[in-house]
């Protein structure tokens, strides 16, 4: 799919990687529940097996760096997982996206969450080490908490507790790992080691991060009933609804300085698009209606 597009639809870019299959196979899978169209259905399965053709297929995908420093991503596998439980929800049932989901929370498991270091690896090398230069070190606290959102919601799907419990894990560590004990907010970017981050807004607060961990703080809560998960709860909304949220025109601003200053009144661009942010709206609201919560509390 084309990545870039004029006001009219004329293309101008395609990107060296196939995520915007998913997102569009999710949106179809939604379209032919509500309508029943099995043209939509077809489209969104169709979808989907080229966006696990295209990440999952070595060498298929056109290379963006050499096999000299090999590296894989977390980023496919919790897309892959995300998108298989909208199409199981929105389809039906079919054996092929479990399979997914088993074989992509296996590999998050073994070779990205390492248990001696309470960390997620954002990249790791093929048989899970830890790649020591810039790319390998770095951690995306944010990304990693929602993969643990996602991996939280297949146990409660399953009634898992060993996949809830790793959710867990997951979101400790990256809290711990991400959360800014002096400003408050969650981090762009660390490193495993504690060492330098090459990408020089590391320190920043972006908006998607917060989304996500507001989510899976709430997912913890409710299928734990651990009061931290409640306190990180109220802490992350708080401090985000106080710093991102435009009291004037709504929405919220993208991109904030560490200390929660805004760094642009941007709101709107190739990234910060309609979707972290009405997600979190959306499956927040879902949570507490079927926990019987209808209203925010006074």
Known sequence: MFFHVTREGRPLRKRRYAYSEAFAAIAHAAFAKATGEERSAS?????????????????????KFTDERPLIGLA?????????QELRANLGPDALY??????CIDEIRRLFVKSDLRVVMESVAPDGSISDHFDGRALN?????EGAWFILREGRERGDTGLIRLGC???????????DREHGGVFYFRDVFGRPVQEYWHDMKFWWPHNETIIATLLAYELTGETKY???????????HAHFADPQYGEWFGYLHRDGTPSSTLKGNLW?????HPRMQWICWQTLAANGVTSPAP
């Open 76 to 84: 496919p596998r919790m897309i892959a997982i995300a998108t298989a």
């Open 43 to 63: 489209r969104a399965r169709e979808l989907f097996e080229q966006f696990t053709r295209w990440n999952f297929t070595p060498g298929l995908m056109p290379p």
């Open 169 to 179: 894990e997951m979101l400790d560590w990256m809290w711990e790992r991400g959360w």
């Open 272 to 276: 910060k698009s309609f979707f972290h």
């Open 230 to 240: 409640a306190r990180w709860h109220a802490l992350v909304h708080d401090w985000a």
């Open 141 to 145: 606290p944010g990304h990693a908490i």
């Open 98 to 103: 479990n399979e997914w989901i088993d074989r």
